[in-house]
């Protein structure tokens, strides 16, 4: 049986998305102790056994607990240690028991178990998230230290067993003594005046800070470096406490020393594994967020400035797709290379993920300090990546952001340095950009459009107007242009002007065509299939909608599909689309759509920079007048020239906004075969077409 009182209690009670983080921290560390070379165990906060290792599962030291039991309930931790060990945990003071346990040949062994808190966060402050366990087989020896449980001789024993030192400084004259067993350890904790000297200079600051709010008899525990003069690292953890005197005053101070650089070493080593990108040997997104954290912390006890940079590889899954995941690897390792190259050793360059990178510069004083790194790194980034017997280059993609105003949210600053990531890949890569704060209203708004639109295709809110396009010679409908509209639950319905920023995004561009598409045929077999006689319907095309080079065949699966015939459909292409980027592929995918009978239609004309002689090369079955034109009686001119210069060319004229009886008259005079416009009717819902026709007179 476990309660929540059993658990490790926190100075902050913990709220339930800690205790969640807590656990998956736990979980997530536990992988890592199952990996390591000795025996060890971990426990969640609850004492409830997250995992072991294979060491310990080989010894047996807790047969019969499963993970996911109670180590209390278990005998790992007897039931009236429980208290106890929380206690330490809670302190993150080490707590150790001797464990009976017999093991699989049948013989019985005492492990020495060392319980020992696993923490995050700031001193003073931190969090227990994890209990690990240590066991060292110590059979023989315990069984005298066990006898000697009740006797005087305890207090040596135990230091011996765990080679602890104990040092007593007499406050008045300035006497030090010594016990224990580490002969090692005393030689370098011992000091002339002042005991923060033991203490390596690096870590000296922080050990006076901590002593400096010491209460008089109360115990802290450290962890520091050894001042040695030999340059060998030794970490000791140590318990301080300052006894008074009679008097009152204080008299003594008495230390306990461990030294604890293997376990020290051993931590390091699991965090190597659970915090290092194992490709480019770089700290992972989890240590990033550590460190990301720490450096918000100190910006807003200290003040200090800090700079993050958001680093993606331009391209990379062209790379990756043409030069194979070899030499993507290959160019993330140069990559990671060039990153510690151009960064101090103190700034922490972490991967991401895929080809995303990241780096936090603490300790600025000012913009340059950051800006002169990435210039390196922008140097060192020209350089050709030889692979393989192959070079080539890359380039990346940069975004920055600063924080040194203290009244700003420095949370902030991964949102803000993505931003500027974005600038510079929207003002086509290859380049770095600072952020600034003008920038996030308009791409944080660009963002969240893109994120709606994507939850609205998801949730099936795109649905297609139908306005008539009529043939003022044949006075009648000559069919319908297939218009997006947004059902917005709580906007209404919206027309794409709202969202065109999703017809740019190549990814959603693609998703809205289909949808355009699957609702066009659709509604078109409906109204077959009810003898609605609707003509042609025309579908809006984007760029992006040529780019797989499949969209001819797609569009007529599709019309098979639907058993749609391929003379019922007008697609509508802008001659941007024509004058882009591939204008071959788009060449060739319209040919083979009009072979098929599918009409096509150069939407806006006279907007874009295409002349109609350059339209030549491309089959073309109408061409529409943008509304501009036909609403501003100064381009007359134009528009006559364009319906003379159509139909020389065996094309039928559209005129498009057509609004009122003045501007219809004039096109028929100019000899214009369609109009399509308000005058005649607007975009409509699908259900309301079979009464518009029924009603249509012209
Ligand atoms: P567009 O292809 O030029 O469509 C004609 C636009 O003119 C439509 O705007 C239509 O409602 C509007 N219009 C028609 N008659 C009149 C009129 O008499 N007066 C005025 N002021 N406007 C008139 P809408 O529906 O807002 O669509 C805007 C643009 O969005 C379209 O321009 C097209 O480029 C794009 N679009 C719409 N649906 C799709 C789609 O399914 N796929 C793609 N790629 N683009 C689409
Ligand atoms: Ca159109
Ligand atoms: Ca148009």
Known sequence: MRTEALAIQTSVEADPATRALARARARAFG??????????????????????????????????????????????????????????AEEGIAFSRYLPAVDKDGVQHVWRTEFSACRDGLEGAEETYAVMVTARDVTGYADSVLRAERDKQRLTMALELDELLVREYDLKTGEIYFSGAAPELQKYCAFDKDPLEIVHPEDRQRCADAVATRKLGEARVFEFRLNRDDGVETWVRSVGKVFVGQDGKPDKLVNLFKDITDRRRQTEAIETLAFKDSLTGLPNRALFQHRFQEAVTASET???????????????????DTLGHDAGDALLKRLAGMLQHAFRAGDTVARLGGDEFAVILRGLHGEAD?????????????????????????????????????????????KNADIALYRAKEAGRNRSILFEPSMRSEVERRIELLRDVRAALTEDEFVLY??????????????????????????????????MAAFEDQDLSLKLGDVAFERALKQMRAWMDAGVEFGRVAVNISAAQFRSGRLAEEVQ?????????????????????????????????????????????????????????????????????????????????????????????????VAEGVEDAAQLKALEHYGCDQVQGYHFGRPMPADQVAAFLAGFTI
């Open 31 to 88: 992988e890592f102790v199952r990996q390591v070379p000795f025996a060890a165990a971990l426990l969640d906060r609850d004492l409830a056994l997250v995992a072991v290792s294979r060491e310990w599962a080989a010894q047996g030291v807790s047969a019969g607990l499963a993970v996911g039991d109670d180590a209390a309930a278990g005998g790992l931790v007897a039931p009236g240690d429980v208290a106890a060990l929380l206690a330490c």
């Open 302 to 320: 200290l003040g200090e400035m800090f700079g993050l940079i958001m680093i993606d590889v331009d391209h990379f899954k062209d790379i990756n």
């Open 370 to 414: 950051m800006m002169r790194p990435i210039a390196t790194l922008q140097e060192l980034l020209r350089r050709p990546i030889e692979h393989a017997g192959r070079s080539f280059t890359a380039s990346a993609s940069i975004g920055a952001a600063l924080h040194g105003d203290p009244d700003a949210d420095p949370a902030h600053m991964i």
């Open 466 to 499: 139908y306005q008539p396009v009529v043939d003022i010679r044949e006075g009648k409908v000559a069919g319908f242009e297939a218009l997006m509209r947004w059902n917005h639950p709580e906007q209404g319905v919206l027309p794409p002007a709202r969202f």
């Open 557 to 653: 699966e599709r019309l098979a599909r639907w058993n749609v015939p391929c003379d019922r459909l007008t697609i509508e292409v802008t001659e941007n689309v024509y004058m882009g980027w591939g204008s071959d592929l788009v060449s060739d995918t319209v040919r083979r759509l009009h072979k098929a009978g599918v009409m096509i239609a150069l939407d806006d004309f006279g907007t874009g920079y295409a002349s109609l002689a350059n339209l030549r090369q491309f089959p073309i079955d109408r061409l529409k007048i943008d509304k501009s034109f036909v609403q501003n009686t100064e381009d007359e001119a134009i528009v006559k020239a364009v319906i003379t210069l159509g139909s020389s060319m065996g094309m039928k004229v």
